[in-house]
């Protein structure tokens, strides 16, 4: 009897637990490639405040042009 649990034990170490810990990690690998809901809204915001800055930048370069039209020279 002690002998079927030693092979049954070497058969178990030898096929399922390998198997088991390569699937495991395939698992978490594709698990870690793919972005959170909490990432996906950090993105969405910082694309909405880069549009704003954008805007901005944009609207003080048209106040420049007005006020001062010779500055993009003195760069």
């Known amino acids: 009897m002690s002998e079927f649990i030693g092979i049954a034990l070497i058969v178990f170490i030898a096929i399922p637990a390998p198997l088991f810990i390569v699937l495991y990690f395939i698992t978490r690998w594709k698990e870690a490639r793919e ?41």
């Open 35 to 75: 972005i959170s809901g909490g990432d996906e809204r950090m993105l969405e915001d910082l694309w909405v405040l880069s549009q704003r800055l954008e805007e901005r930048l944009e609207s003080l370069e048209r106040i420049l042009d007005n006020e001062q039209p010779e500055w993009r020279k003195r760069q």
